[in-house]
């Protein structure tokens, strides 16, 4: 069954899937939450003292992050390595109706939103000149990952109680060994199982306050 484009409190698009019971982002709002979990509490951490970075994102979904990504990079001059893991890709009956591209400034931001979607996967595709994507249509197990390469990881998958599997330790484990020195790794989820998976895979873990609608959130980092 395909998804539901929804309407969330910001004014900005999200999905609801019927099937898991399961939106996309928050109700709250999609972009909003994006921003807070993904881009200022991951992005800006990781960028510290670092001019390029690696980024990995479990859950490509609705490219909002890799879009909000791309804005960053713009903003402050950053080089950006972009891997979107999805493993259902939205077709573009659903992805063209998302309203992203009317509420990100970025010039020609919905023929990047478009490409984004449309890019094979496997393919390096430039946008602009600071930005590489290459999306990777698999499951998260069957994923060849480079050792000690991310500075970055956004985990976005769906919630714990929807896909137990991906947040499991041998999950974080895989994570860690992939992440480089002080990388950094931002979830929405706070639930305590998922903190103790992170600390025993080897990161130091960091509750920190969630977007709106919600208490808290993780960060956790490589040291």
Not at 96 to 101: D, E, V
Not at 146 to 175: C, I, M, S, T
Not at 189 to 210: D, H, T, Y
Request: hydrophobic fraction near 40%.
């Amino acid at each position: 069954m395909k998804p539901e484009i929804i309407i969330t409190e910001d004014g900005s698009s999200s999905l609801y899937v019927s099937s898991l019971n399961e939106n996309y982002h928050s109700g709250f709002g999609a972009i909003n939450e994006s921003v807070h979990v993904f881009v200022r509490s991951g992005f800006d951490k990781a960028v510290e003292n670092r001019k390029e970075l690696n980024v990995l994102e479990v859950g490509f979904g609705t490219g909002l992050n890799a879009l909000l990504t791309l804005k960053e990079s713009i903003r402050q001059g950053i080089i950006i390595r972009y891997d979107g893991i999805e493993p259902y890709p939205l077709s573009r009956d659903i992805f063209s109706k998302l309203n992203y591209p009317d509420l990100i400034n970025i010039k020609n931001c919905n023929s990047i939103f478009n490409m984004m979607h449309e890019s094979l996967s496997e393919l390096d595709i430039k946008i602009g000149n600071d930005f590489l994507l290459h999306k990777i249509k698999s499951v998260f197990a069957n994923v060849n990952l480079k050792p000690d390469f991310y500075h970055l990881v956004y985990f976005d998958a769906f919630a714990p109680d929807v896909q137990p599997e991906l947040w499991e330790l041998p999950v974080f484990q895989r994570l860690f060994d992939a992440m480089d020195n002080n990388g950094v790794l931002v979830t929405y989820s706070a639930k305590g199982q998922v903190r103790r998976n992170m600390q025993q895979a080897g990161f130091k873990v960091e509750r920190l306050p969630g977007p709106k609608g919600k208490r808290e959130m993780l960060r956790a980092i490589k040291k």
